[in-house]
């Protein structure tokens, strides 16, 4: 598409646009009866929140490569995102959950940092004309992309798209593969719920702890809830943008320094701006969740980041070309071959250790989905251990930054 051939260009009517598909898919998404309600139990709300916007860049209603929407999210709320679901982390209720618990998400992370490698070279060896791109649609950039989706969620996605560099259209690819993989796992891990009474008794787990946990949960809750007022957004805003601010004044100093003195350090994405605003707000996110900040999270901090979230999203599906969907297929074996790793591996030690199968579902789903599917499905084992989900899956975001950073690099050494 040329420059300023689409027929919206004003960015203040694209942003409008994007705010009424969100609002139509919330919407829609809730409602518990009619034709909506059968539609997204086949069709995860998420993919319409990228599909809708792409409609628009495909048929040439908004030009999704020429306009300033996208790079005020990139820059702006995937930072400040970033702060608000890492600030609620407690690290010492996620330790208290028992090591049992904390070994498997690990584990859920250690499947995934090395299945994205091993996947790729075992397809390679069979198709290695998929080795043969160069530029921003490597396919190593695009899974280095999808790292970070399945160790944390949508904001680390995100986050390793503009850090690697995925085009357009490997990205769109792995969006698809994410949301048709991890979706078959989910269904699969909702089926496992349904049993795990019978599982856990034929694999002799402990379970003794999930009931203490349950306890704890449920009088947590009813301690700390409460309704938010404006101060508690403002203040939530404050931390989330002062900290956004902090890390790109931090980056403006760094970058130069690293380019001049470190030239050879750019292949490990340390020249990238976006790069250093990332880790510095996880960072400064992590730091903040050892204060009263993370307090913030009883009066909803990370919906307040999920809907930045959000925005990003229907940003980034602007730059889709759905008619590159049907390119997905062949690349859905990667997905499949790297689940299964994920999975192997997670089952393999929950064996060795005797966890129950809840710490299984639950260890995978905060890496892959994070917040958006560890409390759904954790939820389907006990509705108090919910927030059990949330907590690892924050531990996901906050680790998400690192570890897909570094699956990255191992795709690129592999890839490149």
Known sequence: MEEGSALITNNAVILGLLALILG????????????????YKYVPALLMCYFLPSLLNTFGIVDGNNNDVYTVAKYFLLPACLV?????????????????????FLTGTIGVVIGGPIALLIVASIMPELLGVAGPEALWRGM????????????????????????????????TVDIVVANLWMAALLMLAAKHKEIDERTGADTRSIDRLIDKVQKFEAQHARKPELSDLMIMLALAFGATGLAHFAADILVPLFVEYYPGLKKFSLHSKLFWIIVLVTSIGLALSFTRARQYEAVGASKVGASFLYILIATIGLHMDITKIVEAPKYMIIGVIWMAIHIGLLFLVAKLIKAPVFYVAVGSKANIGGAASAPVVASAFHPALAPVGVLLAVLGYALGTYMAWLCGQLLRIIGS
């Open 24 to 39: 139509f898919v919330f919407y829609t998404s809730n409602l518990k009866q009619g034709f909506w309600a059968k539609f």
């Open 84 to 104: 608000l679901l890492t600030l609620s982390i407690d690290l010492k209720a996620i330790f208290g959950l028992g090591k049992k618990a904390i070994i498997m």
């Open 144 to 175: 280095a992309a999808l790292a970070g989706s399945w160790i944390g969620g949508g904001a680390n996605m995100l986050a390793m798209k503009e850090i690697y560099g995925a085009g357009g259209e490997i990205f769109t690819v792995m969006v």
